[in-house]
């Protein structure tokens, strides 16, 4: 390698060809220092003083990212029907569609005239990955109930977050019922 160097920076010596051969020869040298590199940090009994003494940089350590535990906002976009389409977002913003480090929001409904202080009676409605969401309500809920909805981040580990407070929607369509009416002829 040095001398390919000296026959690529001396006047006499230098054409294109040298500087050629001067360059092939500093990519093998760099592609060989990677490997060894990689030998080094690939061997657990290398510390992190001995991968500095080579000129190496010491293994990163990981730290894991801490859990979004603020809850989110759930904005309703739309009601039609017995489907409900909303937004959800972090707090402080308007934009962003999901909290950084989560995987998504998980949904929760309830339908009835008050919002319930006890989490286990409000029925999972799925995960939503996306800014807006959309959630079906089953025929049995009637038209013009009320529905309370809430939301919690959950974290790419599993990690579930603390809920909104619950949103109140009304449910504007519901079944449509049959009824058996006899009409009377007039005489």
Same mark, same amino acid.
């Given at each position: 390698?040095?001398?390919?160097?000296?026959?690529?920076?001396?006047?006499?010596?230098?054409?294109?060809?040298?500087?050629?051969?001067?360059?092939?020869?500093?990519?093998?040298?760099?592609?060989?220092?990677?490997?060894?590199?990689?030998?080094?940090?690939? !061997?657990?009994?290398?510390?992190?003083?001995?991968?500095?003494?080579?000129?190496?940089?010491?293994?990163?350590? @990981?730290?894991?990212? %801490?859990?979004?535990?603020?809850?989110?906002?759930?904005?309703?976009?739309?009601?039609?029907? =017995?489907?409900?389409?909303?937004?959800?977002?972090?707090?402080?913003?308007?934009?962003?569609?999901?909290?950084?480090? !989560?995987?998504?929001?998980?949904?929760?409904?309830?339908?009835?005239?008050?919002?319930?202080?006890?989490?286990?009676?409000?029925?999972?409605?799925?995960?939503?990955?996306? =800014?807006?969401?959309?959630?079906?309500?089953?025929?049995?809920? %009637?038209?013009?109930?009320?529905?309370?909805?809430?939301?919690?981040?959950?974290?790419?580990?599993?990690? @579930?977050?603390?809920?909104?407070?619950?949103?109140?929607?009304?449910? !504007?369509?519901?079944?449509?019922? %049959?009824?058996? !009416?006899?009409?009377? @002829?007039?005489?």
């Amino acid at each position: 390698m040095q001398g390919k160097y000296r026959a690529a920076i001396t006047p006499e010596t230098r054409s294109p060809v040298a500087v050629a051969k001067k360059n092939a020869a500093l990519k093998a040298v760099q592609r060989d220092a990677s490997n060894l590199a990689s030998i080094a940090y690939g !061997t657990a009994s290398v510390d992190d003083a001995q991968l500095m003494s080579l000129g190496l940089q010491p293994r990163p350590v @990981r730290r894991p990212r %801490a859990p979004v535990m603020e809850p989110p906002v759930v904005d309703v976009i739309s009601v039609v029907g =017995r489907i409900v389409k909303l937004r959800v977002r972090p707090q402080g913003s308007l934009g962003a569609s999901k909290a950084p480090v !989560t995987l998504g929001a998980q949904f929760f409904s309830f339908v009835g005239p008050n919002a319930p202080s006890d989490p286990l009676q409000y029925r999972f409605e799925g995960l939503a990955t996306r =800014r807006t969401t959309e959630i079906l309500f089953p025929d049995d809920v %009637a038209s013009g109930a009320t529905a309370w909805i809430s939301a919690g981040w959950i974290s790419r580990r599993g990690v @579930r977050g603390m809920a909104c407070p619950p949103i109140q929607v009304t449910v !504007t369509g519901g079944p449509v019922r %049959a009824t058996t !009416t006899t009409l009377k @002829r007039a005489a």
